[in-house]
């Protein structure tokens, strides 16, 4: 569909919304009631927790049962929430819960149905019943509960609870819900279409959803908008510029880090017609960087070493890359290299920093087999910038230049640590692990490392890749 067709719809979904989701009838209400103040979207879209505990910021418990009492078929509907999570004070109660929610639902409020659907499906408090919720789901999507079509994109996607798989019908609850008004299932939807989740894969179908979605105040629909429009047309096409740049620095503004990393890329590499400048693109990086996107961060560090950044700062380069090459899970090796290289060529320094460079430089070689890292470190050595500070240290280096990179200069089989590399590789770990205790037992400290390293491949068939990607 076009966009204009999903305004229309949505415009006319919300005229329904308004007639099917005031206020339900009951006893009398006041407007000073929380629950009853509640917007159409609030209704519509917002969780039903978060409503609760902002009905909560405003009127006691005691409040809810005694509207509940006199007919009021939100309050019992809000009321069933309470007792079914065990808020505002109240012990859970989920056959109290469910009593309410069904209360609320024959007096015909559309949000106490959806939540007794819920209670059905998942068979809190009561016996599941899976047809019924079903029919409650769809009930609420049609008359406006826009969550409620979600859910059910996500019973159908995924067969839960014994519900048939079908990716044609989660498709159509998703473009249900984003026509009711909410952000998330019009990403939900350009997400099914730009995946090709059972259903044609189709960048062209996917991107309006993720425009109506931004519109509505959804940030990765924003970046996702823009590379949509990219992939459907191209990155050296010009016209799209104000139009991919608009839904990338609306993104950026949202807290995407990739919408801010993108924007940054257009101007490093001179994309939809801009004139080419790093600088300009630095700004972008910063911005994606402190909101953790780790691409940026490393583009950032990188270009302090040359001075791209605007000045060669390499301190600041250490900072941005030290920590992409020292996390634990799935450190960035080329990261580790770099920082090496902004100590030892003392960019922007006073003067080189070798211990620096020699603990970048020495993770790389020793924990990713980076040969570029482990010649530099050989160098060093060589040039006198370092000594050694371990039993084994140097022949850990010749081994990484001898196995890796087939400079047969460095190879000495008699070595215990050569003979240790070759067991590993071999996937012998038991064995590599009891020569790696030896060296370690000799004051060896890359022989203590790899000895755990070693025992974890040897009992834990799961940590192997890791030994191999080290040793292979």
Avoid at 70 to 88: E, I, M, P
Avoid at 124 to 153: H, K, M, Q, S, Y
Avoid at 368 to 373: Q, R
Wanted: hydrophobic content about 35%.
């Amino acid at each position: 569909m076009k966009i204009k067709h999903f305004a229309a719809l949505a415009a006319a979904s919300l005229v329904v919304c308004g007639t099917l989701l005031g206020a339900p009838q009951g006893a009398a209400q006041t407007e000073a009631e929380p629950w009853n103040a509640l917007s159409i979207d609030d209704i519509t879209t917002v969780s039903t927790r978060t409503l609760t505990e902002r009905v909560l910021e405003e009127a006691s418990v005691a409040e809810l049962r005694e509207a509940t009492e006199r007919g009021d078929a939100r309050a019992a509907y809000f009321l069933g929430y309470v007792y079914k999570r065990g808020l505002g004070g109240v012990e859970v109660d989920l056959e109290r819960g469910y009593g309410l929610a069904e209360r609320s639902c024959q007096q015909g409020d559309r949000r106490g149905c959806v939540s007794l659907a819920y209670t059905l499906f998942n068979g809190n408090g009561v016996a599941e019943d899976v047809p019924r919720a079903l029919e409650l789901f769809e009930t609420g999507c049609r008359e406006g509960i826009a969550f409620a079509c979600v859910t059910l994109a996500s019973i159908h996607q995924n067969g839960t609870n014994g519900v048939p798989t079908s990716p044609v019908k989660a498709q159509q609850f998703r473009v249900e819900g984003c026509v009711g008004n909410y952000p998330l299932a019009c990403r939900y939807a350009g997400d099914g279409l730009r995946r090709g989740e059972g259903i044609a894969k189709s960048y062209d179908g996917a991107h309006p959803f993720y425009a109506v979605g931004c519109k509505g105040g959804d940030g990765i629909s924003c970046f996702y908008a823009g590379a949509t429009l990219v992939e459907i047309r191209s990155p050296r096409d010009p016209s799209i510029y104000p139009q991919v740049s608009s839904f990338y620095r609306t993104g950026c503004e949202r807290g995407i880090g990739a919408a801010c990393y993108n924007m940054g890329i257009i101007f490093n590499e001179g994309r939809h017609g801009q004139a080419r400048s790093t600088l300009k693109a630095v700004p972008w990086m910063e911005k994606a960087c402190e909101l953790d996107y780790d691409n940026a961060c490393y583009n950032l560090g990188s270009w302090f070493i040359d001075g791209r950044a605007g000045r060669k700062d390499g301190r600041r380069a250490i900072e941005l890359l030290g920590p992409l090459c020292l996390r634990d899970d799935e450190p960035d090796l080329q990261a580790c290299n770099n920082a090496g290289t902004a100590a030892y060529r003392g960019s922007g320094m006073a003067a080189p920093d070798y211990d620096t460079a020699r603990t970048y430089y020495e993770h790389a070689c020793h924990i990713g087999s980076l040969i570029a890292s482990c010649r530099t470190l050989s160098d060093m050595f060589r040039d006198r910038q370092i000594e050694p500070d371990y039993a084994g240290e140097r022949e850990w280096i010749d081994v990484q230049l001898c196995l890796k990179a087939g400079e047969t200069d460095y190879c000495d089989p008699r070595t215990a640590q050569h003979r240790l590399y070759n067991l590993a590789r071999e996937e012998a770990y038991g064995e590599a692990q009891i020569a790696s205790a030896k060296l370690c037992s000799k004051g060896d400290g890359l022989g203590c490392k790899f000895q755990n390293i070693l025992l974890a491949c040897k009992n834990r068939p799961e940590t192997r890749k890791v030994c191999r990607r080290i040793f292979e």
